[in-house]
Antibody
């Protein structure tokens, strides 16, 4: 059974870099059938796609965040990571990692982590 | 504001049928990109409900169905149950924005 688990600091100071890792178990992130993505949800608000990465390392970012986002793979640890720089209070959200299936266009996210709340505050 | 417009809320009595609309444009749903639907129960992660416009993942009851026409898509729920009370989101791709987009979400209340 596929499982995804987000990990990282729950509190980040303004202007610093938010760093999260998604540990994947039950499947290989090197599979050619999937993307691996990050989606966030500010408290009380809707879902926002942050970005996705393919097994090849190709990345796709939300244009509104592109200048601040980096998503990377670590195949040796079967995990992928998110870095969001120069954060502000507007980046406070629950961050989810998810698996994206390539059998549709765009990918659908069929497995999700439980989510982790990241608060930006001094 | 999302480029995919959903009603903020819908409601229905147990056993009834409700529909949730997802209205887009020629740069997303109308451009033949697939629409997916997610159910988010309070305090939990979203769960894939419908993928590829009309398909149900294994384990999703056939009370849930999806459709797509032109620049809009819809999620229908028949035989409404108390456990269906949740937030529902549509998802697609927008070529003008060059990215994955979600609708603003619809809160379903079971009366």
């Amino acid at each position: 059974q596929l499982q995804l688990q987000e990990s990282g600091p729950g509190l980040v100071k303004p202007s610093e870099t938010l760093s999260l890792t998604c540990i994947v178990s039950g499947d290989s992130i090197s599979s050619t059938s999937y993307y691996w993505g990050w989606i966030r949800q500010p408290p009380g608000k809707g879902l926002e796609w942050v970005g996705s990465i393919y097994y090849s390392g190709s990345t796709y970012y939300n244009p509104s965040l592109k200048s601040r986002v980096t998503i990377s793979l670590d195949t040796s640890k079967n995990q992928f990571s998110l870095k969001l720089s120069s954060v502000t209070a507007a980046d406070t959200a629950v961050y989810y990692c998810a698996r994206g299936e390539t059998n549709t266009n765009p990918s659908n996210f069929d497995y999700w982590g439980q989510g982790t709340l990241v608060t930006v505050s001094s | 504001q999302s480029v995919l417009t959903q009603p903020p809320s819908v409601s229905g009595a147990p056993g009834q049928r409700v529909t949730i609309s997802c209205t887009g444009s020629s740069s997303n749903i109308g451009a033949r990109y697939d629409v997916h639907w997610y159910q988010q129960l309070p305090g939990t992660a979203p769960k894939l409900l419908i993928y590829g416009n009309t398909n149900r993942p294994s384990g999703v009851p056939d009370r849930f169905s999806g459709s797509k026409s032109g620049t809009s898509a819809s999620l229908a729920i028949t035989g409404l149950q108390a456990e269906d009370e949740a937030d529902y989101y549509c998802q697609s791709y927008d070529s003008s924005l060059s990215g994955v987009v979600f609708g603003g979400g619809t809160k379903l209340t079971v009366l």
